[in-house]
RNA sequence: GCCGCCUUAGCUCAGUCGGCAGAGCGUCUCACUCGUAAUGAGAAGGUCCGGAGUUCGAUUCUCCGAGGCGGCUCCA
């Protein structure tokens, strides 16, 4: 990302007389506030953002925070969508106001309006805006007490509900209140000073609209009031604002590398996969060379788990609902279960999830101490109706296979084991090149009735799974209210190719429900006592790792998973037969090769498959027939041409066999 | 589930202010036999998402449903 902050531009404090404005102590100190990236506020020495205006009661000083720092992007969007709200207002009389905050990458406002915005609309708002910015309003700094606040904002409900909230620590809303007396915004005209516009905001602001380099417009979409689906719905315009058009450029630069890495858009045009209406939504359809891709990806992980040392098991994709009673699924997850199906007297379910038959298949003899940790795994399919809004390709879904895994052990193996299973996953995301984590642990919110157990096994089970989550030395992102009703989990969170953090793998420690299946095993000293289990997944499901893995590798995958390995191009059709030849020669060792025979011109066939995204092609003429050789190119790893090279078919055959056939992680790319 | 938008050929998308529907790519056929990212010509291909309604007539308007997209909420 550019940015107009560099290292050696760093900030000094400047000194601020009492009764001084920071700007004026910032033009005399000879900072240029008109260059591009000047300092938008400033930092006090206590470490609050102030506006520039602000003026201390005894000398101090103060830091200036240039434009395109965080903070300074910050203060910018969220200026930016002050002059969207003003907008707004102007153009629809009568607009109600939500909250304005700034976000990653932009702002957002919500707004209830007397009809939903168009893309139109969007237009006008932004035209408006722009005027805005060019009549260099001032933003003005007044503070109000409550009563006077309510007076002038009672118009405005909901403004006013932020009012009664003033300082709730955490809430989002405190962005726009904060602790302490509230205070007002008014954008005053640059020329005249009339005051066009008021917010009712804690600020910081930039010192006009002018400071606002580059802005867009990007969606309205409607939203909950304070994020509750209890509440009203608002209309949110998300917005974005960069220090410069060159920095606004690079984001919607970013933004379209992004959609062509849509694994969405790839499924469809690597022919990998599709959703047929006929099934309904969020089921998937995988075609052949999606077919490749689950096959490669389960053999690999089918291997990684037999050298963890886990016992392969399976189990039906349905059963009788009481399983899911004893596991304590139902109710609580009745309304995301598939309805059941009653037969003879009975009701039937598709299964969720798959530990309630793993604890069966526990506890189907008695157990010793032993054979514990005992790991069962399985490839299983799980149907989950996810409400119709949440449906997202491959990445949300209602059917789906999960590389599941539940490891019994003793209490006192669980860290071990649960360390064991971590370094497990952390190995198995880099052979994907994915290497970049950081954790989350996702405890239980003691408040709700969402989750089961007692108070201690919580602690117990939170404590274990944080000191190993610690131990990795990774970041640890707390996630309170996130734990699944039995028990607290730690999931891994990886940035792919192009910096987007995925949630990838989960573990999650569980007292709840071998306790609730009466899971036994027989201890040293004769005694019955409850094993504790860990629930992990290591892609999660197949599915949507195939779709972060699509993106992740903007379908360009390692030549291992490549569903076409080597294409092969003749250069006339003379050469089809000969080809032939070699590809047979080719697949004996192994190596999926296809040979592009159609009536296309080479370098037809060569385009074709460079946007198929096949990572080798061996293309002959009649020269390369008479050696026996041919034209070897590949994709390097910026995914371009490889230099063109004659050589051997043996030599060639090598060469590919070698990156196609070892693990995952060797460099797939001649040297 | 909620709000908004969308659904036309295998894919990407025009279009019909209500009157027997179009392009590019892909597919097929023919000609060309070619040396590292698109050879040329021709043809086939559509219940215009489904159902109901309004109308002389609906792909177009209305309603219901399905599916998709962008968010919100949710994600064991």
Request: proline share 6%; glycine share 8%; charged share 25%.
């Amino acid at each position: 990302m550019s940015s107009s902050v560099r290292p050696s531009e760093a900030v000094q404090t400047v000194p601020v007389a009492a009764g001084q404005t920071a700007f004026d102590a910032l033009v005399s100190a000879g900072t240029d506030l008109n260059a591009p990236g000047a300092p938008v506020v400033v930092r006090d020495s206590g470490g609050e953002l102030r506006d520039l205006a602000w003026t201390p009661d005894s000398d101090t000083s103060v830091e200036p925070v240039p434009a395109g720092s965080p903070d300074g992007l910050a203060v910018l969007r969220h200026s930016a969508a002050h002059v969207m709200a003003q907008a707004v207002q102007d153009l629809f009389p009568g607009t109600l106001l939500g909250i304005g905050p700034p976000i990653e990458d932009g702002f957002y406002y919500d707004f209830l309006p007397s009809r939903p915005f168009t893309p139109d609309d969007l237009a006008a708002i932004e035209k408006k805006m722009a005027d805005i910015i060019k009549a260099n309003q001032r933003f003005s700094r007044r503070p109000i007490t409550d009563e006077a606040a309510r007076a002038e904002l009672a118009h405005e409900k909901f403004k006013l509900e932020l009012i009664g909230l003033k300082g709730n620590a955490g809430d989002e809303a405190s962005v726009e209140v904060g602790a302490g007396a509230l205070t007002m915004y008014d954008n005053l005209d640059g020329k005249s000073g009339e005051r066009s516009w008021t917010d009712l905001c804690r600020g910081p602001h930039l010192p006009s609209t002018r400071r606002i380099p580059a802005f867009k417009l990007m969606r309205s979409a409607a939203a909950y009031w304070r994020g509750s689906e209890q509440n009203e719905q608002l209309q949110r315009i998300y917005g974005t604002a960069w220090a410069s058009r060159d920095d606004l450029k690079a984001y919607l630069n970013r933004l379209e590398e992004a959609a062509k890495r849509d694994h969405r858009k790839l499924g469809i045009e690597l022919d990998l996969f599709s959703f047929p209406d006929e099934l309904g939504s969020g089921l998937a359809v995988f075609h052949p060379k999606g077919g490749i891709l689950r096959r490669e990806l389960e053999n690999y992980v089918r291997q990684r788990h037999i050298d963890e040392g886990f016992d392969f098991v399976n189990t039906p994709h349905i059963s009788k609902d009481g399983l899911f009673h004893t596991s304590g699924h139902l109710p609580y997850y009745a309304d995301t279960m598939f309805p059941p199906m009653e037969l003879e007297g009975a009701q039937y379910r598709l299964k969720a999830m798959n530990c309630p038959m793993h604890n069966l298949i526990y506890r189907s003899r008695g157990r010793s101490y032993r054979e514990l940790p005992l790991r069962l795994f399985e490839f299983g399919s799980v149907y989950r109706f996810e409400k119709s809004g949440v449906v997202h390709g491959l990445t949300r879904v209602r059917g789906l296979t999960m590389d599941d895994s539940h490891s019994y052990c003793t209490a006192e193996q669980a860290p071990e084991e649960i360390r064991k299973l971590l370094n497990f996953i952390l190995g198995l995301l880099r052979d994907f090149g994915l290497d970049d984590f950081y954790l989350e642990l996702s405890t239980r919110d003691p408040a709700s009735d969402k989750f089961i157990g007692s108070d201690e096994d919580w602690e117990t089970a939170t404590k274990v799974l944080e000191d190993t989550a610690v131990a990795s030395g990774l970041d640890l992102v707390p996630d309170p209210g996130g734990a699944a009703y039995y028990g607290p989990k730690i999931s891994v969170q990886a940035k792919d190719a192009i910096g987007r953090t995925w949630q990838m793998s989960t573990v999650q420690l569980d007292f709840n429900q071998p306790a609730r299946f009466e899971l036994e095993y027989q201890a040293a000293d004769g005694s019955r006592q409850q094993p504790v289990m860990i629930h992990s997944a290591k892609f999660g499901s197949i599915e949507r790792f195939i779709g972060v893995l699509t993106e992740h590798y903007a379908g360009a995958f390692p030549a291992w998973l490549s569903p076409v390995q080597v294409i092969a191009i003749p250069v006339s059709q003379e050469q089809n037969d000969y080809l032939e030849r070699v590809a047979d020669q080719l697949r004996a060792q192994g190596i999926r090769v296809e040979v592009d025979s159609s009536d296309d011109r080479m370098q037809k066939k060569i385009r074709t498959a460079q946007k198929q995204k096949v990572p080798f092609m061996v293309i002959a003429g009649s020269a390369d027939e008479e050696a026996e050789a041919v034209s070897f190119r590949y994709r390097d790893a910026t995914q371009r041409n490889g230099i063109p090279i004659d050589q051997a078919v043996a030599e060639v055959a090598d060469v590919i066999a070698r990156r196609v056939n070892v693990s995952p992680t060797a460099d797939m790319y001649p040297s």
